[in-house]
Nanobody, 124 residues
């Protein structure tokens, strides 16, 4: 059974930074392309970032890519998302997801496993 567990969410002031973590168990992290998504209150889940199995290619939501860094440590079975200069409108539940594939992809339905999410609240 593959499990994904996110951590690192919480309350942060606007313009602050946060580093989210996602630990995978049940299968080696190197098996998966990994992605981060978020779901704002009352909105659909949306793509944030994705990274290939080796970590050599990353893909970001275009309008935010200057403030995002996705990375992975396959030895630790953990993927990270660093978000800088946070904005109140980025208050959301953040989810990591795993995909059996070689390519990054922004579509939520292309991912096979999901974590339970970690809540991020950005205060103004």
């Amino acid at each position: 059974q593959v499990l994904l567990v996110e951590s690192g969410g919480g309350l942060v002031q606007a313009h602050g930074s946060l580093r989210l973590s996602c630990t995978v168990s049940g299968r080696s992290l190197s098996t998966f392309v990994m992605g981060w998504f978020r779901q704002r209150p009352g909105k659909e889940r949306e793509f944030v970032a994705s990274i290939t199995r080796s970590g050599d290619t990353t893909y970001y939501e275009e309008s935010e890519k200057d403030r995002l860094t996705i990375s992975r440590d396959n030895a630790a079975n953990t993927v990270y998302l660093q978000i800088d200069s946070l904005k109140p409108e980025e208050t959301a539940d953040y989810y990591c997801a795993a995909r059996y594939a070689c390519e990054v992809d922004p579509a939520p339905n292309e991912y096979d496993y999901w974590g339970q999410g970690t809540q991020v609240t950005v205060s103004s």
